[in-house]
């Protein structure tokens, strides 16, 4: 088994930055959580009688397994995807990656495993994503690029977790009716037919940027996992259904290891 470096463990947080297992289960029957802040009227976590038969499995397995994506079609607004919102918060509990099987639904799409590591919280999520990448490269798996263009289905997670995944202060300001927030700054790039000249981001743009990542920071240490943006790699398993559940089952031994329990001294009984 491959050894995480103490950098790479989950991040020790104040009380009230995950939520309870308690809380998680009662959102996902759509009952109000004990502690106000767990979830919000515009990121749904109530699941339907197939979604909660997958999240039992998945208590058992520790990934979850989909047809697709588990993105709801029917739902005319906000995130559709109340299953992996779910999931997600029930890996925040655990300090754990969200690790997810999206089955293929077509002939012509492959399995694709989706490992989230936003709900770990690292500071530096390197050396995780060094020790996932060396767990798919055993199975032969190569990570899907960045900027792969998915079937819809697969596109669909992701487009969900951005947008449970956007920034705080507007969230909050407008009572948790959150919105898609870029607060990366944009490289401007002025091109001709034989120049390309880059211009460097303004001092508001600096001063935006600078603000975001503190407020990303905070929200790190102390906000919901709904509020963190997701940090994504993804496998296609070209090998069939086998491949991919082998697969998840090993990173989820790699990565989701409850910490030991602390040993209590017995005590001993007075001689009589």
């Known amino acids: 088994m491959m050894c995480l470096a103490k950098a790479s463990q989950p991040v020790v947080l104040k009380p009230t930055s995950r939520p309870s297992l308690d809380d998680v289960d009662r959102l996902s029957r759509g009952e109000a959580a004990k502690r106000r802040g767990t979830g919000s009227r515009a990121v749904p976590h109530r699941l339907n009688e197939e979604e909660m038969r997958a999240f039992t499995v998945s208590k058992k397995k520790l990934y979850i397994t989909l047809k697709g994506s588990g993105y709801r079609r029917n739902r005319r607004l906000g995130n559709n995807n109340p299953v992996v919102n779910t999931f997600r918060q029930w890996a925040d509990a655990q300090a754990w990656p969200a690790v997810i099987l999206e089955q293929g639904t077509g002939s012509e799409r492959p399995d694709i495993v989706v490992v989230d590591t936003s709900p770990m919280r690292l500071q530096d999520a390197a050396e995780v994503q060094r020790v996932i990448l060396g767990v798919a490269a055993a ?10 263009e998915l079937k819809p289905d697969a596109a669909a997670v992701s487009a ?8 705080p202060s507007e969230a ?55 509020m963190l943006r997701p940090h994504i790699v993804q496998f296609a398993c070209e090998d069939g259904r086998a491949q991919a559940q082998a697969l998840a089952t090993a990173l989820v031994a ?12 017995s005590k001993k009984k007075p001689r009589e």
Do not use: H, Y
């Open 139 to 148: 199975f032969d798996c190569e990570p899907l690029p960045e900027d792969t």
């Open 172 to 226: 909050r300001e407008q009572g948790d009716d959150m919105g898609d927030i870029e607060t990366d700054v944009e490289t401007r790039i002025v091109m001709d037919s034989w120049d390309e000249t880059v211009l460097e981001p303004s001092e508001e743009e600096m001063a935006a940027a600078a603000e975001a990542a503190e407020e990303d920071e905070r929200n790190r240490l102390e906000g919901p996992v709904w």
């Open 160 to 167: 969900g977790w951005r947008e449970a995944g956007a920034g």
């Open 254 to 265: 790699e990565l989701c290891v409850k910490p030991a329990k602390k040993a209590t001294k």
